[in-house]
């Protein structure tokens, strides 16, 4: 038998232990529930990345922020004239004569431009009027064809004007990401004869940047890159902002257009021939000469631009976007659009993910968890668009799906910590309820049935009715020690009737005879007629019990013994048995008596719950409860399950059994 502790300091550390173990353990439980697997959601999302699964999803990201940033000024610098379809049905006939075209750059250039950009290609005549668009192009020092240096999937490519030398040529080539929309500037590649060329809009920033003394140089951060002065352009990498090995041959750059739905001034041919424009509109600005008719299909897909016609723009309007955005960029300082150091992304990710656990980890309410989540998706969203006007691309898109997730999937856990906290307190009330069943089951009930079976009886003397009725007081009375005292002892223990514990930690089969030897001590009448005891305590299987189950069986032995005792009349033998049998455990106990459950309605009630506790436990165990007659008489009560050697078993048992 255990000794009850004789110093209350020595009860008080133990309690200590006991509250700092259970501490652990809910904290393990809520790094398994949601710490950890946001963990792994951080991981996928890392992976993910890391593989351009989400390449798609941040470009889309960057447009819809590019799109909706604050509408900026109509670009004075530069004039688009635009051969629209008025142009071409009033000339009847498309291309554009050489003739018609010629007449256009003469005009042009009665407005004193700085430069003129041809975003047509004329690598061969469209007469009329051949010879006089090339001495045109030989008279005029500012205009810039354009040519196509990369090779189709055909393999050609398109020649400049023949009348243009190389300085006065750039090229028109782009390059699409895999959704087909336009986000990157080519500003210089290497033919394939390992020539190298310079682009259209560079072409066109460097003669209108040579009036204010500035000429094209190499970088001095990224000597690759190229530089106005001081402005260096910012070279496109393979791993820029949501690009994941992407092609960076040649000299890129990402595009930052212009905002507004009117970002440059645009006039017809028509206006420029009949003299309906503004000098000041021209003179010593860039001249963009384009097609901007819909019958020509002259369009780049971009989302990043608010236009009439969504997502399409006229090649003419996106090669003034990317002049623009170098000039820009010189004079005025408006920022490129660059990224940070692939590291430094995958740090700015962790730390968001980081944020939705440490949200679920220390907020404990699910809708203030829900808020936390809202505010701080707003804040990520918000901090990463106003990066964004600063020039900086920050991965929104990965850090916000290991925000969601997290906080999801930890907004749940809380959901389940609070089913679990629910069920641990019902499952206290109920602890409650079963130590207040014992108790009166296997104290005030026994004396009253004795009461009951002997009140009749003329040898019952007042004297013993009422020693009996004071021992029932008595019983009744102490009932409340005795719950609280089982309900706040130690875990690992098992207390019995007139303070006894008995210590779960030892043995099972100690632990279950020292139980039948207390409570055959007892003054029950079925104990009385005993002459005959067979016993056999043997080792069980226990590694796979909890103090609990333990608890319980203890419970179905003291409960199956008090029933001799009460209900037995003249039973002259006892076999008790917890052992193994062929492969199972079993617990049973038989009597020889004449049973009175019968005879007395008021234990009806009790006994039914002592079934009801030994059928719940058996299901836990996954075993078999039974109380069944004993040839030719008395009663037989077994409890009877397997060695489970596999955890998921047990778990899959424990589970079925809170159902």
Not at 95 to 105: G, K, Q, T, V, Y
Not at 282 to 305: F, H
Request: charged share 20%.
């Amino acid at each position: 038998m255990l000794k009850k502790p004789t110093a209350q300091s020595s009860k008080g550390k133990k309690s200590g232990y006991r509250r700092y173990w259970k501490a652990l353990q809910q904290e393990s439980a809520v790094w398994r529930v949601g710490a950890l697997p946001s963990v792994i959601v951080v991981g996928l999302v890392i992976a993910a990345r890391l593989t351009g699964a989400l390449q798609g999803l941040e470009w889309a990201v960057l447009d819809r922020m590019l799109r909706y940033r604050p509408a900026e000024p109509i670009d004075q610098r530069l004039v688009i004239v635009g051969i629209n379809e008025t142009d071409i049905r009033r000339i009847g006939t498309y291309p554009i004569p050489d003739r018609e075209l010629a007449a256009l750059l003469r005009k042009l250039q009665t407005y004193h431009p700085a430069v003129i950009g041809l975003d047509l290609f004329r690598d061969l005549p469209v007469q009329p009027g051949h010879s006089d668009l090339v001495q045109t192009l030989r008279e005029l020092k500012n205009v810039i064809g354009v040519e196509k240096v990369l090779p189709d999937r055909s393999g050609l490519a398109v020649k400049p004007p023949p009348a243009l030398p190389p300085e006065q040529v750039g090229f028109a080539d782009a390059l699409f990401d895999d959704d087909g929309a336009l986000r990157r500037s080519l500003l210089g590649t290497s033919d394939e004869h390992d020539r190298y060329h310079f682009s259209l809009s560079i072409r066109l920033a460097e003669r209108y940047l040579s009036a204010h003394g500035l000429s094209l140089g190499n970088g001095i951060r990224d000597p690759e890159a190229m530089r106005f002065g001081t402005s260096e352009l910012t070279r496109f990498q393979p791993h820029t902002g949501g690009y994941v090995n992407a092609d960076a041959g040649g000299n890129q750059m990402l595009l930052n257009v212009r905002t507004g739905r009117q970002p440059f001034r645009i006039v017809s041919l028509q206006d420029v021939q009949t003299g309906n424009v503004d000098p000041t509109w021209l003179q010593g600005k860039i001249a963009l000469v384009g097609i901007t008719a819909p019958s020509v299909k002259d369009t780049i897909n971009s989302a990043a631009i608010a236009s009439d016609n969504p997502a399409l723009i006229y090649g003419v309007e996106m090669q003034a976007h990317a002049v623009s955005q170098i000039v820009s960029a010189v004079l005025d300082q408006r920022p490129l659009l660059q990224s940070w150091a692939e590291g430094w992304d995958y740090l700015w990710i962790v730390a968001w993910g980081l944020l939705g656990i440490s949200l679920g980890r220390f907020i404990r309410s699910p809708a203030v968890s829900l808020l936390g989540l809202g505010l701080a998706s707003a804040g990520l969203i918000g901090a990463s668009y106003g990066a964004l006007l600063w020039g900086w691309w920050l991965p929104v898109v990965p850090a916000l799906l290991v925000l969601v997730l997290n906080g999801a999937g930890l907004t749940a856990s809380l959901f389940y910590r609070y089913r679990q906290d629910w069920q641990a307190r019902v499952s206290d009330r109920q602890l409650i309820i079963d130590h207040t069943f014992n108790a009166i089951h296997n104290g005030p009930l026994q004396t009253l049935a004795q009461l009951m079976r002997q009140v009749d009886e003329p040898s019952l003397a007042r004297p013993q009715l009422q020693a009996k009725l004071n021992q029932l007081n008595q019983e009744l009375r102490s009932i409340y020690d005795s719950v609280q005292r089982e309900t706040l002892v130690q875990e690992s223990s098992f207390v019995l009737s007139h303070d006894r514990e008995l210590n779960l930690q030892a043995p099972l089969h100690e632990v279950l005879y020292e139980l039948y030897s207390s409570v055959l001590e007892r003054e029950l009448t079925g104990f009385k007629t005993l002459t005959l005891k067979v016993i056999n305590f043997a080792p069980l299987d226990e590694h796979h019990l909890s103090l609990e189950q333990k608890r319980g069986l203890c419970r179905f032995l003291e409960e199956a013994l008090c029933n001799v005792g009460k209900h037995a009349i003249q039973a002259t033998c006892l076999k008790v048995t917890c052992a193994q049998e062929q492969g199972l455990q079993v617990i049973r106990v038989t009597d020889n008596g004449k049973s009175l459950v019968a005879t007395l309605p008021d234990t009806g009630v009790a006994i039914g719950l002592g079934t009801q506790q030994a059928q719940k436990l058996a299901k836990q165990l996954g075993g078999t409860f039974r109380r069944k007659p004993n040839t030719p008489k008395g009663m037989i009560s077994e409890l009877v399950w397997a060695v489970h050697r596999f955890w998921w078993w047990q778990f899959w048992l424990e589970r079925q059994s809170h159902k």
